[in-house]
């Protein structure tokens, strides 16, 4: 259905991150859009959860953000840096692509990030405002003056 609905919006690739789900969601939008396979990319994956399991959980994690507060996780990322990475990569595909429309299937904490920083929120504030709970799709425009 999300294919079907970005038909003629001009989508130029499909990119996703490397989990399964994500590819097969992907893989589903392409073959809507008669595109090629998605292109699979580490910067949309979900921040790495590092080697303490109590500090990297959901949970623990999601009471940290309500309080404003993103530590990283020893040997993992915070919702900064996995904000960090994704936009880097966005920034990228905004000149690959200038002038055309690209999907991205992503994870929620992904997603809530880049929203949140569209809408000129800060990342962790705003991610509440902006988390989809269950897949959801958004349309983020760019232009000249940002996103």
Not at 128 to 147: C, Y
Request: charged share 25%; glycine share 12%.
């Amino acid at each position: 259905q999300v294919g079907a609905s970005l038909r003629g919006k001009g989508i130029a690739a499909v990119y996703c991150s490397p989990a399964r789900r994500a590819r097969q969601t992907a893989e589903a939008i392409a073959k809507a859009l008669g595109l090629e396979a998605p292109i699979v990319d580490e910067a949309f994956r979900t921040p790495d959860k590092g080697s303490d399991p109590a500090a990297s959980s959901g949970p623990a994690r999601m009471r940290n953000w309500k309080t404003g507060k993103d530590p990283q996780p020893a040997g993992g990322e915070s919702l900064h840096d996995g904000f960090a990475r994704a936009s880097a990569k966005i920034g990228a595909l905004e000149k690959q692509y200038a002038g055309k429309a690209v999907a991205v299937v992503t994870h929620g904490e992904i997603a809530a990030s880049l929203l949140a920083d569209a809408a000129g929120e800060d990342v962790v504030k705003g991610y509440f405002d902006h988390f989809p709970n269950e897949g959801s799709v958004h349309e983020l425009g760019v232009s000249g003056t940002g996103r």
